[in-house]
Structures are given as structure tokens and as C-alpha cells.
């Protein structure tokens, strides 16, 4: 895995991982074997989740850390998302974007969650232990992007 690029400011990080998306598209190489579409979907994922852990995540009183990592392979491109949040039951608020769906009048946004699943393979949210003796733990998101695989059809919305 390429060595992670690091964000420590929540109010530029955004701005910075769009310029890195730039450089990423123009540096061809970077993202095969992804085409031009599956690219969008990568950066709309990746984007997804670093905004939400700017408007959302709670960093305590640590200095907030957020790594993104991209590693390209034959078919598909891993992306690893990590952070120092102190993180969030990521299964209650699926099931709240689930349940929201259904609403009589479904709400404008909170629905990030499905689209991260429908777009990406292999989503998974968890704990990290990056140093054991000092005891510090990260969030982990991780998850593929397909270059076969066109996702709009799966979009529960």
C-alpha cells in the first residue's frame, strides 16, 4: 500500500483532496485500472466520507487526523479512509438512512451511507490499532472500487 496522504485541517482538507483527485487524473497511471466514470465514483466516495468527518466526526481533544490511502490493482482501485475520531455506530446510522428512504417526505440529505454501498465493493467501517503499547486506536473506513462494475443501476434513491 502506497504510503497515506495526510489532512490535518478540517477547514482545507476538502480543497486539498480535490487537488489531489487533479493530480491523481492527470498522472494517469495513479488510477488505472479505472476508466473516466468509475474515477467519478471513487472521488464521490472518498469525498463523501471526508466531508462528513469534517461537518460530523467528534476528534475530542486530539488534533484531528484524517489519511487517505489509494492503492490501484488489476481490476479495481482500495481506497482506506482512517482517522483519530473518536467515531460513530455506523450501523445505527444505516439504519436510520434505510428507514429514511421510506419516509413519507424522505429528507434532502443523510443518505451518504447507501450511496458509499451502492457505489463501492467491500465496505467496511471498523477500529484500527495503530499503536498497541500506547494504546491508540483510529477509524477505519475501507472499500473497493470496481473497474467492471457500473453502480448507478444498485442507487436505492
Same mark, same amino acid.
Given at each position: ?5 495526510q ?14 483527485f487533479?493530480?491523481w ?20 466516495a472518498?469525498h463523501?466520507?471526508?466531508a ?13 487526523l484524517?489519511?487517505?490511502?489509494i ?7 482500495h481506497c482506506?479512509i ?8 455506523? $450501523?445505527? *446510522?444505516?439504519?436510520?438512512? @434505510?428507514?429514511s428512504? !421510506?419516509?413519507?417526505?424522505?429528507p434532502? #440529505?443523510g443518505?451518504? /451511507? ?8 467491500d ?6 490499532m495503530v $499503536?498497541? *503499547?500506547?494504546?491508540?486506536q @483510529?477509524?477505519?473506513? !475501507?472499500?473497493s472500487?470496481?473497474?467492471? #462494475?457500473?453502480?448507478? /443501476?444498485?442507487?436505492?434513491f
Amino acid at each position: 500500500m502506497p504510503k497515506p496522504i495526510q489532512f490535518r485541517n478540517l477547514g482545507t482538507v476538502v480543497d486539498e483532496l480535490h487537488g489531489l483527485f487533479e493530480e491523481w487524473e492527470h498522472s494517469e497511471a495513479a488510477l488505472l485500472p479505472l476508466d473516466e466514470f468509475s474515477v467519478q465514483v471513487m472521488k464521490l466516495a472518498v469525498h463523501e466520507w471526508v466531508a462528513n468527518l469534517v461537518q460530523h466526526a467528534d476528534f475530542g481533544d486530539q488534533s484531528p487526523l484524517i489519511q487517505v490511502a489509494i492503492q490501484p490493482g488489476e481490476q479495481r482501485v482500495h481506497c482506506v479512509i482512517e482517522d483519530n475520531s473518536l467515531g460513530f455506530d455506523f $450501523d445505527l *446510522q444505516l439504519v436510520e438512512q @434505510r428507514e429514511s428512504v !421510506e419516509a413519507p417526505v424522505p429528507p434532502d #440529505r443523510g443518505r451518504g /451511507l447507501l450511496m458509499m454501498i451502492a457505489c463501492t465493493e467491500d465496505l467496511r467501517y471498523h477500529q484500527a490499532m495503530v $499503536d498497541a *503499547q500506547a494504546g491508540r486506536q @483510529r477509524y477505519r473506513l !475501507e472499500f473497493s472500487i470496481s473497474a467492471l #462494475r457500473k453502480p448507478w /443501476l444498485d442507487i436505492p434513491f
